[in-house]
């Protein structure tokens, strides 16, 4: 009596022979482990040419496209430079922004000053590149307190609902009624300290709203698919989740909405400091250079144009990276 024909998974009859030849092709094409055998034969082990490539994530995809992408390039290039100018200023502007001589006050460009002097002689170029430190500590100091803060408050309101989520709706309303200058004119006016804090303070209490609410309609839309309602059903946790499930498909739109916002609250700060409310001397900042240069514009427009100049390269750099990533980030938009 002959012994049925086994396969490596155990013995089998042979009228069932073709469909568990096929079954088990059909099952090492899913695992990747196996290779379609011919027709009425057993599945070997992978040929040469592996199992097939998986499919990149969204990450790595809009990876893939950021790095083709000439308006990333540029706006990437100019934002590594101007953080490497903010924390190493004296690498191209070796002189002292305070060292001033009264005597060259609103002179032009000169040998070894070409952007000029100010009207306390203040050499304008040192100036214009030491200014980058408090312009981009405010805007990246504000945009990751923004950004934390919203995100956590946001996702919070979206995946418990209920009365969470109408408290938080109501105080963001609250925020999103206040005029962010009329703010920051009552807020700045009665704060004497001149460091950057207070104005990053400033800006995380008025900014997260909006980020907070972006965060909160991504982790609504998220925890809905079926993949967190089959973790749930698995038994995880609320946390596991949240951390694990909902905030890694969730943060994308959070990542686009703050690169945007960086750029937007830089000139928010060089408008608070050319109002007299933001930084104050004797720091360095774009905007109060341009606040001291607006009166005398007519008779010395050098004062003007290059602190206005970096600071509007400096907000365009952020804003054509923000909308690099979101066109990168939205597959709606492939």
Avoid at 4 to 10: D, I, W
Wanted: aromatic share 8%; with cysteine.
């Amino acid at each position: 009596m002959t012994e049925p024909p086994t396969t490596p998974y155990g013995p089998r009859d042979a009228v069932g022979a073709a469909g568990a030849g096929g079954a088990m092709d059909l099952a090492g094409e899913e695992a990747g482990t196996l290779t379609p055998a011919p027709r009425g034969g057993p599945a070997g082990p992978a040929g040469p040419a592996g199992p097939a490539a998986r499919p990149r994530s969204l990450w790595s995809d809009a990876w893939h496209d950021l790095r083709r992408n000439p308006v990333f390039i540029v706006s990437a290039l100019l934002i590594v430079f101007l953080a490497l100018i903010a924390v190493w200023p004296s690498l191209i502007a070796p002189g002292n922004p305070l060292a001033c001589d009264i005597n060259r006050s609103q002179d032009g460009p000169a040998p070894g000053h070409p952007f000029g002097f100010d009207t306390q002689g203040c050499d304008v170029y040192t100036r214009t590149v030491h200014g980058a430190r408090a312009s981009v500590t405010v805007g990246v100091c504000a945009t990751a307190g923004a950004a934390l803060l919203g995100s956590v408050l946001g996702g919070l309101a979206g995946f418990f609902g209920g009365w969470w989520d109408a408290l938080l709706s109501r105080i963001s309303d609250v925020f999103f009624g206040i005029p962010i200058i009329l703010g920051g004119l009552v807020f700045l006016s009665v704060i004497t300290n001149t460091t950057v804090w207070p104005v990053v303070g400033f800006i995380v209490l008025l900014g997260w709203p909006q980020i907070g609410r972006i965060a909160r309609g991504a982790v609504i839309t998220a925890k809905q698919h079926d993949y967190v309602q089959a973790a749930r059903a698995l038994g995880a946790g609320p946390g596991r989740i949240l951390l694990r499930h909902i905030a890694p498909n969730a943060v994308a739109p959070v990542i686009v909405v703050a690169t945007i916002a960086l750029g937007t609250y830089i000139a928010l700060e060089a408008t608070l400091s050319f109002l007299g409310v933001g930084l104050r001397p004797p720091t360095v900042s774009w905007g109060i250079d341009i606040s001291q240069a607006s009166v005398q514009i007519r008779d010395a427009p050098h004062m003007l144009l290059w602190p206005a100049g970096a600071l509007s390269l400096t907000v365009l750099a952020f804003i054509m990276l923000g909308d690099a990533v979101r066109d990168a980030l939205d597959p709606k938009l492939r």
